[in-house]
């Protein structure tokens, strides 16, 4: 206990001085004081090793209440057995889980504090009147997690004496993740809390918090990360020998329902990846709830075959953009040191924020509790008014009605009994309304299916030459530059997704959605909206309009859009299909061998349209989006690319 002590004041010293508050509208920040805190990461299983210590510290000059919620996320097995850490420990099939742990803390003026989430804390050291301006520390009390095992997040908000949230921006925190190794040294990983501002309008008084987005309350979670890593299982020398990197992914999705009901809608995360030689690769998949993995096991059952391992990739490192369609979410990278004497040393990433998602990440509160009423019938009767008074005079323990305890501070005072009394006059108050995303943000979160996975999407030349991307926009979709409107090819791969299956056609002759769907954001050619409008791809005529608006919504003019460039995409005969293995229009570097870009594995296939003078694109910019459906109609995760014309008049 006595060597936690010390690694949390230094892990205090290393968070910042908590000596000034400074409000800052609409910021989220890894390192400034916010009026709520995400700890992506809680992790604790003593099985082998594993606690973690949080602090938490008052920046402000003013006492602050701080009402939190542990995310629990660990896996349970529905048979014999566990999940963590192990799954094959489990005799049954692991389910996903989620329940909250609730607890309060109370912070004096510009007061630290921390714990260890095994232990938990129920001893704090400011007593009633003792601190500046008789602050104190009553009511604090963080439960014990026990032995675990327990994966999943924490997040903390500060509140008014009501409990609602409160705009109070000073809060700070970090989180250390400790695994004890009987043979070696303990491996230790630590990193800031992400912490989330007030707007200026700041938080309401109803049950939903909205993180982002139109009318926010708190500034919202990031929209896209990247950062620069190691591939997994890319060897590293240094004096003291070899080792062997792979990084663990967390992704922690910032909607959340803390009545109970578990995380936000599922939502999608693309992963787009570039090596060293500025080849592209790219996966998705959905993430529901909290997320916590190993890069290479994102994309395949096989390590060494996923784009996230150094011998797909070819290069010791590359660059991972990160990007969440229909919410935010706060991402850790543990990067992972192994030597061959099997000690490892674990650094913790928060990557670099992008953009923050277009709509609202929605926070449901728990329902206030009407004071007073102890079996939660929605009013106070005179019994429990009795029950109240005697939890008042001691005579009766707290567990009979917690509910007389508005500051969670163990005991019932005066004021409380007369709250209790005015309930059973007046009744229990309404509950407010929960704000929906949908009615908030105007936007409709994604329900991602099984759907293929767009694999590798790019441009390459007339004769197959797969072109780089000069950089991404500011959204982060790559942008690959032709000199001419013509006289070069789109490349789609696509593969698998959980269903296993993919479409292998680009074009529906009864007018139906095919295997590949490409849009465009710009008219090509003329225009024209009829659809498959040419001749043949030497003799072209006519061209393709622009999808207003620019989504997948199915619609007749997606239908109609869709088949009208799908009709356009060639699989060597002529006709709008998937190539054959073996017979894809890129180049290989071997004499006389053509292969998918992205080569990961033989369920790859590919799609090329060669873009002829009919349908030529306009000068500037062009977005162009793609996603495959299974033969089953399940849809996949979109992607997108920009098609640059260079203005040569210029």
């Known amino acids: 206990m006595r060597r936690w002590v010390a690694v949390m004041l230094s892990v205090l010293v290393l968070s910042g001085s908590p000596f000034s508050a400074e409000r800052v509208d609409a910021r989220n920040s890894a390192n400034a004081p916010a009026s709520m805190l995400r700890y992506p990461l809680i992790h604790l299983d003593d099985s082998v090793g594993v606690d973690t210590l949080v602090t938490l510290t008052n920046t402000g000059f003013e006492p602050v209440r701080v009402r939190c919620f542990y995310e629990d996320a660990t896996p349970r097995c529905d048979g014999e057995g566990v999940c963590v850490p192990d799954g094959m420990a489990c005799e049954g099939t692991c389910q996903q889980h989620f329940e909250t742990i609730e607890f309060f803390v109370s912070l004096t003026p510009r007061q630290p504090t921390g714990w260890q989430v095994s232990a938990g804390r129920s001893e704090f050291p400011v007593g ?93 979670c990031p929209g896209a990360t990247s950062l620069p890593f190691f591939f997994d299982f890319a060897t590293l020398e240094s004096p003291a020998g070899e080792t062997s990197v792979t990084t663990d992914l967390v992704i922690s999705p910032c909607s959340v329902d803390l009545q109970g009901e578990g995380t936000g809608s599922a939502s999608v995360v693309q992963f787009l990846i570039y090596n060293e030689f500025g080849q592209r690769f790219s996966t998705s998949r959905t993430v529901d709830g909290h997320f916590f993995q190993p890069l290479h096991t994102f994309d395949t059952a096989i390590p060494q075959r996923s784009i996230f391992a150094v011998t797909t990739a070819g290069t010791l490192t590359g660059h991972l953009t990160v990007q969440h369609i229909g919410g935010g979410a706060t991402t850790l990278a543990l990067e992972r040191h192994e030597s061959m004497e099997g000690s490892v040393s674990t650094a913790v990433y928060a990557p670099s924020i992008g953009r923050s998602p277009l709509e609202s990440d929605l926070v449901v509160l728990p329902a206030a509790v009407c ?207 998937a190539r054959g293995r073996g017979f894809n229009c890129t180049r290989s570097d071997t004499p006389g061998r053509t292969d998918a870009v992205s080569s990961v594995g033989s369920d790859i296939r590919q799609f090329c349209l060669p873009v002829a003078r009919g349908w030529s694109f306009p000068t500037g910019d062009t977005v162009v989006a793609a996603r495959g459906q299974d033969d089953g109609g399940n849809a996949g995760a979109a992607d997108e690319i920009v098609v640059r014309v260079v203005d040569r008049g210029r």
């Open 128 to 220: 009633d009147g003792e601190g500046p301006g008789g602050s104190s520390n009553l009511g604090s009390r963080v439960p014990p997690l026990g032995r675990g095992p327990f994966i999943g997040a924490l997040m903390c908000y500060t509140i008014g004496p009501d409990q609602d949230p409160i705009a109070a921006d000073v809060l700070i925190g970090s989180a250390l993740v400790e695994t004890e190794r009987d043979d070696a040294a303990a491996d230790i990983a630590a990193y800031d809390a992400f912490g989330l501002g007030s707007t200026e309008s700041g938080p309401d008084a109803d049950l939903g918090l909205l993180l982002g987005g139109q009318d926010a309350e708190l500034a919202g």
């Open 371 to 577: 004071l007073g009423d102890c079996n939660g019938d929605g009013r106070v009767a005179v019994n429990e008014l009795v029950t109240g008074v005697g939890i008042a005079l001691q005579t009766k323990p707290i567990d009979v009605c917690s509910s007389f305890d508005r500051d969670h501070n163990g005991a019932v005072a005066v004021p409380e009994l007369i709250s209790g009394v005015r309930n059973a006059l007046d009744g229990c108050p309404s509950v407010p309304q929960v704000a929906t995303v949908e009615n908030v943000a105007g936007t409709v979160l994604p329900n991602p299916s099984d759907g293929p996975e767009i694999a590798y999407f790019g441009t390459v030349t007339a004769n197959g030459f797969v072109q780089e991307s000069i950089g991404v926009d500011e959204v982060g979709r790559p942008i690959f530059e032709q000199p001419f409107g013509q006289g070069f090819s789109i490349v789609i791969e696509v593969r698998p997704g959980l269903s296993g299956r993919i479409g292998t056609s680009a074009f529906s002759e009864v007018g139906a959605l095919p295997g590949l769907q490409v849009i465009l954001s710009r008219s090509i050619g003329d225009g024209s909206v009829a659809v498959c409008d040419v001749g043949s791809p030497r003799e072209a005529s006519g061209g393709v309009p622009a999808k207003v608006p620019f989504s997948f919504d199915d619609t007749q003019d997606l239908r109609d859009a869709v088949n009208d460039l799908g009709c356009r995409f060639d699989n060597g005969n002529g006709e709008p299909m």
